[in-house]
T-cell receptor, first 117, second 112 residues
Framework: DGGITQSPKYLFRKEGQNVTLSCEQN?????MYWYRQDPGQGLRLIYY???????QKGDIAEGYSVSREKKESFPLTVTSAQKNPTAFYLC????????????????FGDGTRLSIL | DAKTTQPTSMDCAEGRAANLPCNHS???????VYWYRQIHSQGPQYIIH???NNETNEMASLIITEDRKSSTLILPHATLRDTAVYYC?????????????FGTGTSLTVIP
């Protein structure tokens, strides 16, 4: 089945460590996105990528980094500079973020819950 | 910041229609309205989207007012599995792609 796979489902990080969250899609989508969700709140955009080897900062990019070396993969690294990393992280993809099909919806994975030890 | 306003919570009796309102008074002419829902600890699920005309699919109907400043999501026969947080989103198109602004949504509880 086509979809978006996020791993791991739960992740624990020690203070001062970097951790990388995986996001893979087999939908042949050009655009991919990372969001953060805190308890009782909506989603906030961290980074997005419209095409391979290109990505843009979202509203809360500080303390995070991404790469887009392959169309199907968009990993997110939570660095030690992120002072409050405990959250639910969601990855999404869409056919494209630009042009005539940019009205197409985003589809989400089931998330990774990151906690600090 | 999110560009939509939704009630914090709503209840609906099982089997009845659930009507979820959304205000988006600052929407511009080329922005679409999207609806998603999220069940606890899962990723948001796409429901429906529209620009000007009313839309219907197997999950729901979307009614957009003529001035486009508000919309209503209708679940025609709510079931217990429809209990979730429902997000109304206006898509902002930028030069480098689209962004989705998610607010806090409406927590819908379907009551047996």
């Amino acid at each position: 089945d086509g979809g978006i796979t996020q791993s791991p489902k739960y992740l624990f990080r020690k203070e001062g460590q970097n951790v990388t969250l995986s996001c893979e899609q087999n939908l042949n989508h050009d655009a991919m996105y990372w969001y953060r969700q805190d308890p009782g709140q909506g989603l906030r955009l961290i980074y997005y990528s419209q095409i391979v080897n290109d990505f843009q900062k979202g509203d809360i990019a500080e303390g995070y980094s991404v790469s887009r070396e392959k169309k199907e993969s968009f990993p997110l690294t939570v660095t030690s500079a992120q002072k409050n990393p405990t959250a639910f992280y969601l990855c999404a993809s869409s056919i494209t973020g630009t042009g005539g099909l940019r009205n197409q919806p985003q589809h989400f994975g089931d998330g990774t819950r990151l906690s600090i030890l | 910041d999110a560009k939509t306003t939704q009630p914090t919570s709503m209840d609906c009796a099982e089997g009845r229609a659930a009507n979820l309102p959304c205000n988006h008074s600052t929407i511009s002419g080329n922005e679409y309205v999207y609806w998603y829902r999220q069940i606890h600890s899962q990723g948001p699920q796409y429901i429906i989207h529209g620009l000007k005309n009313n839309e219907t699919n197997e999950m729901a109907s979307l009614i957009i007012t003529e001035d486009r400043k508000s919309s209503t999501l209708i679940l025609p026969h709510a079931t217990l599995r429809d209990t979730a947080v429902y997000y109304c989103i206006v898509r902002v198109a930028t030069d480098t792609g689209n962004q989705f602004y998610f607010g806090t949504g409406t927590s819908l509880t379907v009551i047996p």
